[in-house]
């Protein structure tokens, strides 16, 4: 806890200072003004991951257990080797790439800032082969690459709280409680927080970016649209739990066609 409040400290001490960093996210180039630093984000999320995965039950299953690693790594190895070759690489200079799978019945996976990524095993019905859990797990990279939990806090400290943080920091020296509920409430504890926490647009970011990481490690990412409808079938036509902002399954499958002509530019086999 109190590494938690010297974190958010500093970002309360960096937004009072209106300082922060803008910089262009890859592939879309689409810029974003950020106002806490990987160092801030890592050190929360890499804590609570820690926290989810001593209670959660890893998969026995050791095939596809090897499989989520498998595709997981050759993922983060491509997407890695990009960033350097175009002079990003200091972007995930400080990730920690880690794939997990674990015992959960839902249709879900989610990303943690830093590259941790957990797959439920109620997916893997669902993706059916490697090529579409690449499409899943590319979204996932997508999400840490994108830096979209730090951008979620930064714009949460703008919009919601940033008044109100200010003047409750000057009339305390200490971490007033309001504080300590913003760190919660931005931030998330747990595996539910992270997994649904991500706005409409980055979720669609996400799309993008992981249909090129995907094709980017070899994997066909033609595979998205049918691996879209059978979740759509899954879900019943609704949106599935596993990207609960992001617009229904046959917007999404309009997207990634609209986007394929791209895609399959960074598509080798």
């Known amino acids: 806890m109190k590494k938690f409040r010297i974190v958010l ?12 960093t803008t910089s262009k996210v890859p592939i879309t180039g689409r810029k ?7 160092e801030q984000v890592l050190g929360l999320s890499n804590q609570q991951y820690q926290e989810y995965m001593a209670t959660a039950k890893v998969s026995s299953n050791a095939q596809n257990t090897a499989m989520v690693k498998r595709v997981g790594q050759r993922l983060a190895t491509a997407v890695v080797n990009y960033l350097n070759q175009n ?19 839902q249709v879900n996976a989610f990303c943690m800032p830093g590259g941790k990524i957990v797959v439920y095993e109620g997916l893997l019905p669902v993706t059916q082969d490697e090529a579409s859990l690449a499409v899943v797990l590319g979204h996932e990279i997508a999400h840490a690459v994108a830096k979209h939990s730090a951008e979620r806090i930064s714009n949460a400290y703008r919009q919601e709280y940033g008044m109100q943080i200010l003047s409750g920091v000057a009339q305390a020296a200490g971490v007033s409680p309001e504080l300590q509920q913003l760190g919660t409430s931005v931030i998330g504890i747990g595996a539910q927080a992270w997994s649904s926490g991500f706005s409409r647009s980055q979720e669609s970011e996400a799309d993008h970016i992981g249909l090129i990481f995907a094709a980017m490690a070899g994997y066909d990412p033609q595979v998205a649209v049918s691996f879209w409808q059978r979740m ?12 609960s902002d992001h617009p229904s399954d046959a917007k ?9 002509p791209e895609v399959m530019k960074y598509y080798k086999k």
């Open 232 to 243: 759509a079938s899954a879900s019943g036509g609704g949106s599935t739990s596993i990207f």
């Open 252 to 260: 999404r499958i309009q997207q990634i066609q609209g986007w394929m």
């Open 9 to 20: 400290l500093a970002v309360v001490a960096v937004l009072a200072a209106g300082c922060g």
């Open 87 to 105: 002079g990003m690489g200091a972007d995930v200079s400080q990730y920690k790439w880690e794939f997990n799978l674990v015992q959960d019945r």
């Open 32 to 38: 974003q003004h950020l106002l806490v630093s990987d």
